[in-house]
């Protein structure tokens, strides 16, 4: 299937939606932005696996990054795309091929943007973070992904979400003595010890914290409970999982030591850390930004790849079409009114 | 093989020993009991299934049972049996193949006992109680396993173990509200709301009561705990397994009612429960028969099938070679010892 980037833009959303792309099986939809994006002689396209980026080379002062990922989540009996009241319903409407539809349209009808503009479209961002392609662009051809403002068309309702909040994981494992639970006096009960730790997630307070001007609520929460060997068994060991979600002022030392510091007298075990991102708005860059598309910014709490280019040095924020909670929900739908409502907004403010 | 009963006691298990019998095979060692007790005529064997019951009908005042499964756990590399300074090594060696040799033997020795006896050598006990050939034969021909007192050749080192103590199991679930972990304020962490259950279990003070002059010891003790959906969701539930061994003073609507108390507030499901059984030291027989071992006494705290003769009116202790701590242990292996004190108790007081 051909995209047509100048005509009807609920029609090309359409289009790409009915393209399948689940993560892992991009290709079909990579080929079709490329095509549709190789003539246009004011873009540089660059294919780097199933990765398109398209770059104006017009000598401006400043270079605004533009992205989104093609690939979804499953497909659940959600496709193809059906259109009724004004909601595009279907695989990927919300996460996120309207984000991506509104960049085809603009990068094709942007021909003389006020600033440059690099225009990445980008494969396996539902999928683990060593596969997602920008970890590969990152370390392989990072002046690609540079710029002085980035925006991930990731879904927000239209409303600017600034920055994101960092994740880590850990587990805390009790170590108790195996026994018959006949003869439970010879053993030492692992699970009743997992109480403490529990307890300790019980009575956290996280903090609400302002960053450069938005707010960020951070959470820290238990997400898995293992423990035990059999119905006749003391159990031997109990491991808890607990999520820190954590405000883009901490770094890593701080996110970690604050976790230690929670769980003071276990060890910790630290599975995986993806730091946060500052909303970066008090850039003028981010601040033309924000008059052009109006509305107050709120904090994004989900991590994101505006982290990414925030760890590249690049200010970055999180805005496009469709309700992030619908994100991956069997029936995810976006208003076309946020379709054009990013569309105008970013035209305004590069046209 | 074929097993002689007449012979040396040591010849005899390790005999018992090297024909396997893991639990559902136990065809083979049924065959070779059945035909070593078959042509004694002061018996009357019957075979069902795979369990062999033989009984002496001298018209005798009193009837004692004797019973021993033939069956074991899995074999771990310890077969074929091995004798060394002392020891019988082997599967079964602990767990119960001993009894069953020193019943073996004593039911072709004692032509005239002293009380008529019933010889009981069944399968399937080391599998779930619905499979235990027992409770077969306790629903359609009771009348094989009633008399005045039983023995189970259970391993008890030689020394008489009363009664035994009752177990169930029970879940407490608790129920949260599922959302992203990154906006965890929008659900609620039902892993959390476990801590409270595992506050209880932990400030537990199990009794220790007597029962007809034995001590037993009680525990409630949580043998399992599983909650959580994925790295990035607030968990919607978390299920605590907790294991109750009450002493055999406790009926049914008693022991539920306990666990109710404790865990008030929360619904509990209970999955199984065998109800103990009393000493029942106290009887005539009884105490004729702890006068010929010897020694004190004491309370059985893992369940046995002690409790099924004790739920047919028959009470019951348990009494056998080996040291039940070894049961199931890969390095199981019996004193030699062990089996002459039993057989030589035993005859002393039936012959």
């Known amino acids: 299937m051909s995209l047509d980037l100048r005509g009807d833009l609920v029609r090309l959303f359409r289009d790409i939606v009915d393209i399948e792309s689940v993560s892992g099986h991009e290709g079909p939809l990579a080929d079709a932005v490329e095509a549709a994006l190789a003539p246009l002689s004011h873009l540089a396209v660059v294919r780097d696996g199933d990765t398109v980026i398209a770059r104006t080379g017009l000598g401006r002062d400043q270079r605004v990054v533009i992205a989104g990922h093609l690939d979804t989540v499953p497909v659940a009996g959600n496709l193809p795309s059906r259109l009724a009241d004004g909601l ?17 349209g603009l990068a094709a009808a942007l021909e003389q943007p006020s600033k440059d503009i690099t225009w990445i479209f980008y494969d396996h961002e ?9 970890t590969r662009l990152a370390a392989s051809r990072p002046e690609l992904l540079t710029g002085d403002f980035a925006i991930l068309m990731e879904p927000t309702s239209a409303r600017v979400e600034g920055g994101c909040q960092g994740t880590l994981r850990f587990t805390v494992t009790t170590r108790g003595r195996a026994a018959h639970s006949a003869r439970a006096w010879r053993g030492h009960n692992a699970i009743h010890d997992a109480g403490e730790v529990l307890r300790r997630l019980e009575a956290y307070r996280p903090r609400t914290v302002k960053v450069d001007g938005l707010s960020y609520r951070e959470g820290m929460n238990a997400v898995d ?7 006749n ?16 002022d901490r770094d890593e030392a701080d996110a970690l030591a604050h976790c230690r510091e929670l769980m003071d007298g276990y060890d910790l075990e630290f599975i995986d850390l993806a730091l946060g991102a500052r909303p970066g708005l008090d850039r003028p860059l981010a601040r033309d930004f924000l008059a052009a598309v109006g509305g107050e910014p709120v904090a994004k709490f989900g ?12 200010p970055a924020v999180n805005y496009g079409p469709g309700d992030p909670l619908l994100a ?3 029936d995810e739908a976006c208003p076309v009114t946020d379709l054009y409502a990013c569309r105008d907004a970013l035209a305004r403010w590069l046209g």
């Open 303 to 314: 991590w994101t790849d505006v982290a990414r280019f925030s760890a590249l040095g690049v």
């Open 126 to 134: 539902e999928v683990a973070a060593t596969d997602n392609s920008l």
């Open 225 to 231: 409970i293992r423990g035990g060997i059999a119905g």
């Open 328 to 330: 991956h929900a069997d």
């Open 233 to 248: 068994v003391i159990p031997d060991s109990c491991t808890v999982t607990v999520n820190f979600r954590f405000a883009p």
């Open 88 to 104: 595009v319903h279907g695989r990927g409407t919300v996460d996120m091929k309207g984000g991506v539809a509104v960049a085809l």
